[in-house]
């Protein structure tokens, strides 16, 4: 069993629409939540970065992280073509030696 | 602010040769970080230099090393290249021991 789970996709919805992507994990230790995203042909950017559980919001996105479950949200709203993308959750253990822990991404088309 | 950059953007090679990933990290950051990108696989944790020393590593042959130079910049050497060995290379930084990385865009390495 892989320690951080994720679907592949391809996820694909209209223009407009709250998209929810999802990882759950079971390392009960991670501490740290990321959430990248991965145009093609480039690195991952960095979208989200929680401690612990509950939630954070900055723009169209919302990170949300739920320990007792292992598991984690990003939710996009009123999705535009220009989110169509990879998107990467990843998560790190305090004195885990700065390593993160990916899943291997959702693949997220919006469109028009 | 210039962002991380690596090169070359894309290196072939044949299979037993050696390769030679460079990166500069975000001006500020002193850790420095190798991720390997296969296909299907996600990203996989190979080094993390901080400080001119290697802190961690992740589950890789010795063929696989590397340094960071005292104005942090970094090399990934691959000794002994296999055919496996092709994927996306990807480099980051951070400030100290943050997990909040920043990724460059690759070097895309291809083993015939």
Request: glycine content about 10%; some cysteine; charged content about 20%.
């Amino acid at each position: 069993q892989k320690e951080v789970e994720q679907d592949p996709g391809p996820l694909s919805v209209p223009e407009g629409a709250i998209v929810s992507l999802n990882c759950t994990y079971s390392n009960s230790a991670f501490q740290y939540f990321m959430w990248y995203r991965q145009y093609s042909r480039k690195g991952p950017e960095l979208l989200m970065y929680t401690y612990s559980s509950g939630n954070k919001e900055d723009g169209r996105f919302t990170a949300q992280v739920d320990k007792s479950s292992k598991y984690i949200s990003l939710f996009i709203r009123d999705s535009q073509p220009s989110d169509s993308a990879t998107y990467l959750c990843a998560m790190g253990l305090t004195g885990g030696g700065n390593k993160l822990t990916f899943g291997t991404g959702t693949q997220l088309k919006v469109e028009l | 602010e210039a962002g991380v950059t690596q090169s070359p953007t894309h290196l072939i090679k044949t299979r037993g040769q050696q390769a030679t990933l460079r990166c500069s990290p975000i001006s500020g950051h002193t850790s420095v970080y190798w991720y390997q990108q296969a296909l299907g696989l996600g990203l996989q944790f190979l080094l993390w230099y901080d400080e001119g020393e290697e802190r961690n590593r992740g589950n890789f042959p010795p063929r696989f090393s590397g340094r960071q130079f005292p104005n942090y910049s970094s090399e990934l050497n691959v000794n002994a290249l296999e055919l496996e060995d092709s994927a996306l290379y990807l480099c980051a930084s951070s400030p100290g021991t943050d997990y909040g990385y920043t990724f460059g865009s690759g070097t895309r390495l291809t083993v015939v």
